[in-house]
């Protein structure tokens, strides 16, 4: 029996993938600049309901953990921003999906780095494995 994260995961990839799909076709069809506004504001929606239901405390919050989180907050949307104009400008979304889904490394990298977790080898391997075969897939 796969572990409880296997189990969120994998509607994750799932979720992603159609992602990508989406922002493609969106993208050929209104522009990057349209598309990203309009995927803005159907976020909007789905993080005021999640709001609602959900009802995260607003105090008692550590300032670290609300810088991360607002850091996040910037940087989702912006590489969102910065992945239909590349999915807009390429020939085929079958370039720019391998490299951007690359981005899993730089956060390994980021994580190693700053909280110094460690990466044994064997994911070493799978890492460098990851990046030739997203570098192969967008030739």
Known sequence: ???GWVLVAIPILVLWGAW???ARQAG???GWKTAWLVQAGAEFCVYAIAFGVLRP??????????????????????????F??????A???SVVVPLTALYPVVTIALLFLVQHER?????????????????LLSL
Do not use: D, E, Q, W
């Open 20 to 22: 990508g799909f989406f």
């Open 119 to 135: 990466v044994s080898f064997t994911k070493a391997v799978g890492i460098a494995f990851a990046i030739a075969a997203g570098l």
């Open 28 to 30: 050929a069809s209104l």
């Open 1 to 3: 029996m796969p572990s």
């Open 91 to 93: 020939k085929t979304a």
């Open 57 to 82: 405390p607003l105090s008692g919050n550590s300032g670290k953990g609300l810088l991360f989180a607002t850091l996040a907050g910037v940087c989702g949307p912006l590489g969102s921003a910065l």
């Open 84 to 89: 239909y104009i590349a999915i807009t400008r």
